[in-house]
């Protein structure tokens, strides 16, 4: 397991050194591989995202963000380029990323990757990311949602992580067992409620 990182910033480079090691390992079954989480996306598709969103982010060209038009073009952009390119593109804005999370409680560029990196391992099988690199998101978020409450014990951390960002089906999230209404567990759901059963590794 690894250090967890000492700033957002440090963790999106650590996301982006990861990501990028992912993405050039595979092959062109695997980049063509639905990602559940974003059943209208492949690997390669959301590796699209990841680096035409830290671009937009670079050069100003938000608007729109964060709506699907606006994801949807980083795809379409970017749906003929190999994946070195898009790696590439990754690397050559982390810095400038970095900068522009400095005292950002709440970067959602970072928590965005976080996210997304986590989506490809479920996708392709790889089990759950070192703690280091999804921890510090969901404590970022839970206060968010959960006030001064601690979020529930009951919960794995991961799991919480993974629903929070609407990556849980409804019915996942209810066989947690928690009191809580269907209503509030939908609440809990940055991208609102899921109806369609995730990948649990």
């Known amino acids: 397991m690894t250090e967890p990182a000492a ?51 670079v050069t100003g060209r938000m608007d729109g963000a964060p709506a699907p038009e606006w994801t949807a073009r980083h795809v379409a952009e970017r749906a003929e380029l190999p994946v070195a390119e898009l790696t590439a593109e990754l690397r050559s804005h982390q810095d400038a990323i970095a900068a522009s999370t400095v005292d950002n409680p709440r970067p959602a560029i970072v928590w965005d990757m976080a996210v997304h990196h986590a989506d490809l391992h479920e996708a392709l099988g790889l089990g759950e990311l070192p703690e280091p690199m999804w921890r510090p998101v969901l404590d970022g978020v839970a206060p968010m949602k959960f006030g001064s409450t601690a979020p529930p014990e009951d919960v794995e951390p991961y799991e919480l992580f993974r629903a929070l960002f609407s990556r849980r089906s409804r019915t996942q ?29």
Request: charged share 20%.
């Open 7 to 57: 700033t957002w910033g440090d963790l999106y480079r650590e996301h982006v050194a990861a990501v990028s090691a992912l993405a050039d390992g595979l092959s062109d079954d695997q980049l063509r591989t639905t990602v559940p989480a974003s059943p209208a996306w492949t690997v390669h598709d959301v590796l699209a995202h990841l680096a035409g969103g830290c671009s937009d982010a």
């Open 173 to 201: 999230m209810q066989a947690w067992g928690l009191p809580l209404s269907p209503e509030q567990l939908d609440e809990l759901c940055i991208f609102g409620p899921r109806e369609d059963d995730q990948p649990v590794p």
